[in-house]
């Protein structure tokens, strides 16, 4: 259980960096 729970949270920051640096990209990309 413990491990299971580990995982979906490094699954889950691991959206939230993809998503900021998809931000952080489309910012650049717009300048």
């Known amino acids: 259980m413990l491990i299971l729970f580990l995982e979906d949270c490094i699954k889950e920051s691991k ?4 998503k900021q640096s998809d931000n952080v990209l489309g910012k650049d990309l717009r300048i």
């Open 15 to 18: 959206n939230q960096m993809l």
